[in-house]
Each structure stands twice: as structure tokens, then as C-alpha cells.
């Protein structure tokens, strides 16, 4: 890097990491008091809340971490505009978008930052978290009805209900997938309703198929009417933290895709995007870097508060823009990679083309 660069970027990460540790505080501090009536009516210990907030702090990093850079970019900015320092580039051949590189190096650095903590940090930190959630502060409203649960057990068996009644402990087109442990199919088995009993599960009107070493089907499909199979799975464990796709690692929850189009199942797009969007995630904090850089450069808001709301405002609408184009690509059939990718396609020429005609 550039000594110019070294200089903006020293000026602009104090601020981002002052802006996230506020934000962090902020957030845990009106989460504390909106639950402190539930914390004295159930009389939750000291040190259960202590673990709940300190699982929530990477799921907050994770979120709140794009909208830091994007305040942070956005008034330094300003201040660097106030202060003539766009001019004095200017006049030294630097353009606008040679001037952006040290805040996009920042938003690249916060991206690498955001995929490790999701990666690493947020699945087990959102297992814990939903589990005090439920357990401690939602008693009396834990949901009964799950629908597409998929979940794993010891055995490398794969489950795959369309809908669980975790009250009723019954299960409706309920698929397993049994493999070894070289994750080669060996038998599939799918069954209208299964209702847990205490003598295991009571499998109704299915098919079992068996499955030979490269895949084919071995043997003809045994149908039945009844099968009462013992499974090391109760219906609680479908609506456990771990059976949702947030609370996966992309490992996990790439096999997990593998594994239930194995099964037969079609339908993954809820996974395929929950996939896509782990990627995708820590790409915001360099979009918004760039974007906060942009809105406050133009020459009409340069140096007051103007380009400085206009910024916030154009990272907010982002922010929005990709969580609707993620919420459609779930529920419509368009390619996933577009619904996606195109969002931050979008702000990225935006931002480009803006810097380019900006003198």
C-alpha cells in the first residue's frame, strides 16, 4: 500500500471498530432490558444470561458489522472532503477510484473477518443462544409445527421430514437416507406419517429401497403398510438449533445438500440459498465501504452532513435490497445465483460508474 493509503486506512479503522463495539453494546443493551421482565418472572440466573450474551455477541458482530463500515466509510469521508483532501489527490493525479482502494482493502479485511466468525463462531454460538432462547425466555410460546426439517445422526443416517409436529410427535413424508461411512448411499427409505411411541417409531404406508455401491437400485422396492423401526431420534430433535441451516457450517450444510438430493428430493432451494448467502453475507461490508465512499464524494454533498446521510441512506437501501432479493430467491423459482449475486452487482457499478464521473 501507498503511504496515501496506509494514512486513510489508519484513520479509517479505529472508527470502524468504535462504531462496532457501539453498535455491539447497543444492540445487547436493548435486548438486556426488553427481557428483564422475563429475566425476574423466571428468576434465570446470573450465569445463564451471562452465556446468552456472550453467545449473542457473534451473531450480532456478524450483522452489525456492515453497517459499522458503512458510518465509519461514510464519515471519514466527509472529513477527508472537508478538509480539501480529495483536491490535493486530485492535483496529484489520484482519481476517485484509485482513492477508494483503502477503503475497499477495509471492507475486504472486514469480509475475511465476517466469514470466519460465521464460519467458526456463529453456529455454535446460535445453538446455544436458541436453546436459552427457548429453554429460559420463550417458556411458553416454543412453535410445535417445523416444517422441512432435515437433521443428522450418529449413525450417518440422514432425516428428512416435510413437516414435524413436535407436540404430537409425528412426522408427515418422512424420507431417511442410511449411508456408510464413506457417504455412499445403502438404503433409502420414505413413509407417508410416522408417529413416535415408546417402542420406537411406527413408519406408515412407505417404501424402503435398497441401494448397491454405485447408486442403482438393488432388488425390488419393499412396500408396507406398518414398520415399527427403532431411530436414535425423538421428535424434539427436529426442532432443535442444530437441524436449521443458520446454525450449519458451509461444509455441513453443502453435504447436507448432497445428502438430500440423494434421498430424491427436489426441492433444496431453502439450503441452496441459505448456502449461497454465506458467501454472499461478508461481501456486504465491501460493498458498503464502497458505497459509503461513493455517496459522500459526489461533488454537490462533499464535506457536510449531506453526502454523509445521503451515504447511510444508499448502504441502508442496499442492506434492504439484498435481504428481499434473498427472501424472493427462497420462495420463487429464479436462478439462485442471480437472486444472489445481483444485488451487490448492481451497488458495485453503481458505485463505480458514480466515482468514474465524478471529478
Known sequence: MRILDRYVARQLIPVWIWCLLVFIFLTCLID??????????????ARQIAQYYLSFIPIVFVKACPIALLFSAAFITTRLARHQEFLAMNASGTSLLRASVPFLFVGWMASVCVFAVNEYLVPRAS?????????????SSTAHIVENAAIMDGFNRLY??????VKAGELRDLTILE?????????????????????GWLLLYGT???????????????HFVERLITYPVKPRTFA?????????????????????????????RRYAVELGSKITLPMLNLVVALIGFAGSTQPQLRGNL????????????????VAVCQAITKGFPIPIVLGLWAPHAAAVWWAVKQLQITR
Not at 39 to 45: D, E, F, M, S, V
Not at 160 to 165: E, F, I, L, P, S
Not at 179 to 199: E, G
Open 127 to 139: 445453538i446455544v443462544y436458541e436453546r436459552i432462547r427457548q429453554e429460559s425466555f420463550q417458556r
Open 240 to 268: 432443535e438449533p442444530e437441524s436449521k441451516p443458520e446454525t450449519m457450517r458451509y461444509g455441513q450444510l453443502r453435504l447436507m445438500i448432497v445428502r438430500l438430493k440423494q434421498t430424491g428430493m427436489k426441492d433444496v
Open 208 to 222: 424402503i429401497y435398497r441401494v448397491g455401491p454405485e447408486g442403482s437400485l438393488r432388488g425390488i422396492p419393499e
Open 32 to 45: 438486556l432490558f426488553g427481557r428483564l421482565d422475563e429475566i425476574l418472572r423466571y428468576q434465570i440466573p
Open 160 to 165: 428428512h421430514a416435510r413437516q414435524v409436529d
Open 179 to 199: 449411508q456408510d461411512w464413506h457417504n455412499r448411499p445403502t438404503k433409502s427409505l420414505y413413509a407417508q406419517r410416522a408417529v413416535y411411541t415408546p417402542h
Open 306 to 321: 449531506k453526502g454523509l446521510g445521503v451515504s447511510l441512506g444508499l448502504g441502508i437501501a442496499y442492506y434492504v435490497f
